[in-house]
C-alpha cells in the first residue's frame, strides 16, 4: 500500500516569506506527527496530531510555526516569516495506534531559506 | 540536553560479521524503544522496538537488547551485508505514560566493507 508521501520534496524560500509543507499520512492511521531534522542531528519532535486536534505541539519552536489537520487526514506545516535558522529536513510520520508503537516516516521536505 | 545519545557517529565491519550500534539514555519515563534505518533523501524507516518489559527482541538478522538499569541499548546485526549500510537512529517514546512521540539520538553512520 501507499506509505507517507510529502509534498514537495524540495523547497526554497527567501528569509521573510511563508511557506507551507504538505503531509499525506497512510489511509487509516490516526496519529500524525511533525518532526525536523538539522543537519548532523536525529529528528526533533515538533508537533503530533490525534484525528483533527492537536494532542501535543510542545516541540514548535515559536510562533512563527504552526500546523493544521482539518479533516482528520492530510497535514499542513505552515512557516511565517521563515529565517535562515528554519532550514531543515521537515519529516512527517504517522501510526496506527493500535497497540503499537512503530510510526511510519516520509521521505521529507528539504526546506532551505535564503 | 540529549536524553537520547549515540556516542559513534560512525562504525566500519566486514561483510558478514557482526554489526553492534549502541545507544544510552537518561530519561528514566521511557519505556518503549525503536531503531530506524535511513539511506539518503529517504525517510528513517524502522527496524525493529523493544518494550521495557523485555530484555531482548529479534527479528530475523536484528536484534535489540535492553539494560534498563544501565539505561542501555543496543541493535545487533548479524550478519552484515553492503545492503546494511545507512545511518541508524536509536528513538525512545513513553507511550506507556499517554505521551508517545519519539526522542532521537544523533545517529551512527554504518558502512559495510565488502
Known amino acids: 500500500g501507499a506509505g507517507v508521501s510529502q509534498t514537495p520534496s524540495n523547497k526554497v524560500t527567501e528569509k521573510g516569506k511563508y511557506v507551507e509543507l504538505r503531509c499525506d499520512p497512510i489511509s487509516g492511521h490516526t496519529a500524525l506527527y511533525w518532526y525536523r531534522q538539522s543537519l548532523g542531528q536525529g529528528p526533533e519532535f515538533l508537533i503530533y496530531f490525534q484525528g483533527t486536534g492537536a494532542a501535543d505541539d510542545s516541540g514548535l519552536p515559536n510562533d512563527r510555526f504552526f500546523a493544521v489537520r482539518p479533516e482528520g487526514s492530510v497535514s499542513t506545516l505552515k512557516i511565517q516569516r521563515t529565517e535562515r535558522g528554519d532550514s531543515a529536513v521537515y519529516l512527517c510520520a504517522s501510526s496506527p495506534r493500535d497497540g503499537t508503537y512503530e510510526q511510519y516516516f516520509g521521505p521529507g521536505t528539504r526546506l532551505t531559506v535564503t | 540536553d540529549q536524553q537520547v545519545k549515540q556516542n559513534s557517529p560512525s562504525l566500519s565491519v566486514q561483510e558478514g560479521r557482526i554489526s553492534i550500534l549502541n545507544c544510552d539514555y537518561t530519561?528514566?519515563?521511557?519505556?518503549?524503544f525503536l531503531w530506524y534505518k535511513k539511506y539518503p533523501a529517504e525517510g528513517p524507516t524502522f527496524l525493529i522496538s523493544?518494550?521495557?518489559?523485555?530484555d531482548k527482541n529479534e527479528d530475523g538478522r536484528f536484534t535489540v537488547f535492553l539494560n534498563k538499569s544501565a539505561k542501555h541499548l543496543s541493535l545487533h546485526i548479524v550478519p552484515s551485508q553492503p545492503g546494511d549500510s545507512a545511518v541508524y537512529f536509536c528513538?525512545?517514546?513513553?507511550?506507556?505514560?499517554?505521551?508517545?512521540?519519539?526522542?532521537f539520538g544523533t545517529g551512527t553512520r554504518l558502512t559495510i566493507i565488502p
Open positions: 528513538a525512545a517514546s513513553a507511550p506507556f505514560g499517554g505521551n508517545e512521540k519519539l526522542t
Open positions: 530519561n528514566s519515563m521511557f519505556d518503549y
Open positions: 523493544i518494550s521495557s518489559i523485555k
